[in-house]
């Protein structure tokens, strides 16, 4: 099956799972007006959600690790700096 919106311009070949779930039945009512607004399916913009909110989790490890990496790395200049 082919995973794609009207505004998508890749089209990828993905295998799509049904499931089922709950959330605010305001929340829902203003993904799917913004799916109509885009010309875009719900479950396109769901996929897209999860995979952005997945990638930022993954990132943020990453950042954490180099920034503490960083600090140790200049500690007695960034203490010097702070004063």
């Known amino acids: 099956m082919t995973s794609q919106d ?3 311009k ?3 070949m993905t295998e799509m799972v049904k ?3 709950k ?3 305001e929340a829902l ?7 109509a607004d885009e010309g875009r399916t719900l479950a396109g913009l769901l996929t897209e959600a999860v995979r952005d909110y997945l990638a930022r989790k ?3 490890p990453a950042f954490r690790e180099a920034a503490d ?9 960034l203490a010097r700096l702070a004063k």
């Open 19 to 21: 499931f089922s779930s």
């Open 23 to 25: 959330m605010e039945r």
């Open 6 to 8: 009207a505004g998508s």
């Open 69 to 77: 990496a960083v600090v140790a790395e200049h500690d007695e200049l």
């Open 29 to 35: 009512e203003a993904l799917r007006a913004h799916a």
């Open 58 to 60: 993954r990132v943020r």
């Open 10 to 12: 890749l089209q990828i």
